[in-house]
């Protein structure tokens, strides 16, 4: 749809949308092109230097590293400091790094008594949201985005109570005393433990599940312009502080859509099911358009082709749950589910292959998570992304306010009728 200038009045533009057509009347003070591209599906709001994706060969990197290399030689530390700072760490400078997080993952005084304020049947992803954004009412001396030292402040200090403020939550909606961080542990197992205390498993599973976490939080550190990043750099953009913008991206991504998809294929494969197991009915469901039903976990806007991530993320489901004394059904189902697709061709042809969500929420399960704290463990994840996305626009003195252009497609003006 295009409006290409000129001096007309009434009507500058007409364009059809489905099958709605209409007139775009007023497009005051506008000259050259106006695009309309709903859900910015076509329009580059920025040049990015942190991750590249090739989404018809399947190909994601962090930095120029393909995501295969460093989910098998890399901790999640090590991709942070990677996103953010644009190069690997070397060993002194990752234990540095460590230190640090390590020395701020207490959470502030006054944070406590508000989270234990919070209703405690409220989503987690409400109450981390929440929490983010407070952080800049407990640390004013980080929030000026123009200071280096306290946006460095804001990095370190966000990094290392994101997980402790999560556990809080989650310690709280079960009823259990939350527990504080334990400087020596590293920053995966300190979560675990802080999350699940004495129930956390020891020994070669405990081993397995900080590995996977690991891995986990690797796999879901960045993936350039999604709905939450590009929100981080929207708000960011306004010169708001890093909590604040962060914990908009937080709300972002706590939408079904966005990080709430993983939750969605656990409770599809608990429909399936509750249908007695038949796929082939289930998998009908899906192609009858009347029915609504969608393949969750299936699909992505930008893969036309394997999501990379999903190919480490079903290795890992294995490893974790291959371990169990009795096959896990959901897990079983899903890889029946995948096979039955992947040998469809109306699922291949048009281009629907598994994606980051199929089998993260069969993993979460298989390790204790309830289905309310995946979408967190996503948001630890995610966050040295967002960080090293809403620096890098901060650093850039090409960065303007974000401002899209809106098509007016109301009515012209009207006479008020009165009272
Ligand atoms: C993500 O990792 O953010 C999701 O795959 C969604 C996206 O990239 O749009």
Redesign the pocket.
């Known amino acids: 749809l295009r409006y290409d200038g000129g001096t007309q009045t009434l009507p500058l533009l007409t364009g059809t949308e489905g099958d709605q057509a209409f007139e775009v009347k007023n497009l005051l003070g506008t000259a050259g092109m106006v695009t309309l591209d709903p859900g910015f599906g076509n329009t580059a709001s920025c040049k990015s230097e942190i991750t590249y994706i090739d989404g018809a060969a399947g190909i994601l990197r962090y930095r120029g590293y393909s995501i295969q290399d460093l989910a098998t030689g890399s901790s999640f530390l090590e991709v942070c400091y990677l996103l953010i700072k644009g190069r690997l760490p070397e060993a002194a400078e990752l234990k540095e790094f460590a230190d640090e997080l390590r020395s701020n993952a207490e959470l502030p005084a006054g944070m406590a008594d508000m989270l234990n304020a919070f209703p405690r049947n409220a989503h987690p992803m409400t109450l981390l949201a929440s929490s983010v954004n407070t952080l800049s009412a407990f640390y004013a001396d980080s929030v000026d985005p123009q200071d280096p030292a306290q946006v460095d402040l804001a990095t370190t200090r966000l990094l290392a109570k994101l997980p402790t403020i999560a556990a809080h939550i989650y310690r709280n909606s079960i009823g259990e005393t939350p527990i504080a961080p334990d400087p020596s542990l590293d920053y995966v197992e300190n979560f675990l433990n802080m999350t699940f205390g004495s129930a956390k498993p020891e020994g070669e599973v405990g081993e397995l599940f900080a590995k996977a976490m690991d891995l986990l939080l690797i796999l879901?550190a960045d993936?350039e312009q999604?709905?939450?990043t590009a929100t981080v750099r929207v708000v960011g953009s306004s010169q708001a502080d890093l909590y604040g913008s962060v914990s908009a991206g937080i709300n972002a991504l706590f939408g079904p859509l966005?990080g709430g998809a993983n939750q969605a294929v656990l409770e599809m494969l608990e429909q399936i099911r509750e249908m007695g197991g038949d796929l082939d009915a289930f998998l009908a469901q899906v192609k009858d358009r009347e029915s609504k039903t969608r393949l969750m976990g299936f699909g992505?806007?930008?893969y036309k082709n394997f999501d990379p991530r999903s190919r480490e993320i079903k290795g890992l489901a294995r490893q974790i749950l291959d371990r169990q004394e009795r096959p896990d059904e959901l897990f079983e189902l899903a890889l029946q589910l995948e096979d039955k697709a992947l040998a469809d061709p109306y699922f291949t042809e048009r281009k629907l292959y598994p994606?980051?969500d199929f089998f993260t929420g069969v993993i979460y399960r298989a390790m204790g998570f309830p289905t309310s704290m995946f979408t967190v463990l996503f948001a630890i994840g995610r966050l040295p992304g967002w960080i090293a996305h809403w620096r890098e626009q901060l650093n850039d003195p090409a960065t303007r306010i974000s401002r899209p252009r809106q098509l007016y497609v109301g009515p012209g003006e009207r006479a008020y009728p009165g009272r």
């Open positions: 879901h993936h999604n709905c939450s966005h992505h806007r930008v994606n980051v």
